[in-house]
């Protein structure tokens, strides 16, 4: 059972947060946001008026994050009374503070989460590795995995590209994950990610080592300028492979986009080589490639000016021994991120995407490192 030193720091907690939101002084801004949707003009002008409800909806979100720290913190305060008074037990007092801690600490976590892109959507594309079928095999265990993630935090996904392995799994995804700090929690798992287990493609039974690679990358939109040269891009279309019926085989829907990028530091010469078959619409895929394209080269120009090359060149590792973020192993029931040293026995509930406190021990250790 909690003790009245445990209900005196939560209730400490709930207002250093408070103080650190500076909530009295988010409300303020969100009246006076408020106001300037409420010129006549206001829709004559869709991207800035967009850009303004983006504006008021991520400072309400703070404000509602709090307020669900205020009142579960509160209920607790009650039933610690209720409990003197023999009216709740010690299980439900527990539960009170588990979910008032639970709450105190998503909007401690999000208050990390600094950066510019932080807030965005994201892009996640992930490769096989060498090794065939079992890495085939692994890369579609992640995808899932990932999948799983974004759907029980209520992000929205779409795969935006799939190329499907030779017997099973897939070489390569690509997903794209609308919702609130996407990539501010997401960016955690930006690597190499190392399975180890007796593989069923395997005939002696063998325990093998797999490996695929993750990138994670924000998603940017129309509000964000990024300058790209026409001359420097190259169309090809191809037919969407997979299921769908007869329209997907027949017509060419899939977009291939090739853009020449030189690097305006460097001088390095790199093809950015993007592919789409989100929609059997062509002109839809080719506007969700460009928003891809949009994003790479946004990244590219964040990662100079917060100058941060290390880690640029990080991602770029072989998907091989030594170079991995996180190892998987499930003989012992084990999986272990090796930056942060943060390890768990659960295994079947991280591949069903329960990532939450790998991405917390990521942010406690880096995001201080990341402003």
């Excluded at 768990?344 to 021990?361: E, N, P, R, W, Y």
Aim: net charge negative; charged share 30%; with cysteine.
């Amino acid at each position: 059972m909690i003790t009245q030193e445990q209900l005196k720091e939560t209730i400490e907690r709930k207002s250093a947060l408070k103080k650190y939101l500076d909530i009295d002084s988010k409300k303020i801004q969100i009246e006076e946001e408020e106001l300037r949707t409420h010129v006549p003009d206001f829709w004559e002008h869709p991207k800035e008026a967009q850009a303004q409800m983006k504006k008021i909806k991520d400072l309400q979100a703070w404000v509602n994050g709090y307020r669900d720290v205020e009142v579960a913190v509160d209920e607790l305060a009650n039933a610690w009374d209720f409990y003197k008074e023999e009216l709740v037990s010690e299980e439900e007092l527990d539960a009170f503070y588990a979910d008032a801690i639970s709450k105190i600490e998503a909007l401690e976590l999000r208050n990390m989460l600094r950066r510019e892109e932080d807030s965005m959507d994201v892009v996640i594309k992930i490769n096989s590795g060498a090794g065939g079928t079992e890495s085939q095999d692994w890369a579609s265990m992640l995808m899932r995995m990932y999948l799983r993630y974004c759907e029980k935090h209520g992000y929205k996904t779409s795969v935006a590209n799939l190329l499907e392995g030779d017997e099973a799994g897939i070489k390569s995804c690509t997903i794209n994950v609308e919702g609130d700090f996407a990539y501010g929690y997401l960016k955690s798992e930006n690597g190499v990610h190392r399975l180890v287990r007796v593989s069923p493609y395997n005939a002696q039974g063998k325990r093998m080592t797999s490996f695929a690679s993750v990138f994670v990358t924000p998603l940017v939109d129309d509000s964000i300028e990024v300058k790209i040269e026409p001359a420097l891009m190259s169309w090809d279309t191809f037919r969407s492979g997979g299921a769908g019926g007869q329209n997907v085989n027949k017509v060419e829907s899939g977009v291939r986009l090739r853009y020449q990028y030189t690097d305006p530091y460097t001088g390095e010469k790199e093809e950015i080589l993007i592919e789409n078959t989100e929609t059997r619409d062509q002109p839809k895929n080719r506007e969700n490639a460009l928003r891809h394209l949009r994003s790479i080269l946004y990244e590219k120009e964040m990662n100079h000016r917060l100058e941060e090359q290390a880690k640029v060149e990080a991602g770029k590792m072989k998907i091989e021994w030594g170079s991995q973020i996180r190892s998987y192993v499930f003989d012992d029931r084990r999986v272990k991120d090796h930056r942060t040293g943060y390890q768990t026995s659960d295994v079947g509930g991280v591949m069903d995407g329960d990532l939450d406190g790998f991405i917390k021990a990521y942010l406690m250790e880096f995001a201080g490192n990341q402003e």
